[in-house]
């Protein structure tokens, strides 16, 4: 429990350390009123998975992911009729508490996500998952946007 809450500490104070200031929350791709212009479930996937990347661009890298990936994380989540994050779940992990965090925190972060379309809704809110594939120096890229992987 100790190790736990020095861990979360310790990502905290890097994450402050980012030199950007906070501003408002903006949508990675949508129209008049923060509403996502995606049609389909995947096309809002899509928009979050960059609306993810752009706020967390700093902890993102570009390229191919490595052959032997540190770490993937697959979060399952949920979001409302306003874009609000409602709940987040690991389904898959290899217990890296580092890159777990670092997940959770970059989803939480990226709140308040594009309005999805009213049809994309199923009892009032979107229900996605998303995987981070991180390279062993801790950054990482949503494999709905993710290059290929390197071969070995």
């Known amino acids: 429990m100790h190790?736990?809450?020095?861990?979360?500490?310790?990502?905290?104070?890097l994450a402050a350390c980012s030199g950007v200031p906070p501003g408002p929350a903006q949508p990675a791709s949508s129209g008049p009123g923060g509403m996502s212009a995606a049609t389909s479930l995947a096309a809002y996937k899509l928009d979050l998975a960059q609306r993810i990347v752009q706020v967390s661009s700093s902890q993102v890298f570009?390229?191919?992911?490595?052959?032997l990936l540190r770490s993937v994380v697959v979060i399952k989540y949920q979001?409302?009729?306003?874009?609000?994050l409602l709940r987040s779940t690991i389904?898959?992990?290899n217990r890296d508490r580092v890159t777990e965090?670092?997940?959770?925190a970059t989803l939480h972060k990226s709140a308040p996500?594009?309005?999805p379309a009213a049809h994309l809704l199923r009892h009032g809110q979107v229900e996605l998952m998303e995987t981070w594939?991180?390279?062993?120096?801790?950054?990482f890229q949503l494999?709905?946007?993710a290059e290929p992987q390197m071969d070995r």
């Open 91 to 93: 389904l898959r992990s």
């Open 133 to 139: 594939l991180f390279n062993n120096d801790g950054r």
């Open 101 to 104: 965090t670092t997940a959770l």
């Open 143 to 145: 494999r709905t946007i």
């Open 79 to 84: 979001v409302d009729a306003h874009g609000r």
């Open 3 to 13: 190790t736990r809450i020095v861990l979360l500490l310790a990502v905290a104070i």
């Open 113 to 115: 996500f594009p309005r």
């Open 62 to 67: 570009s390229g191919r992911p490595q052959a």
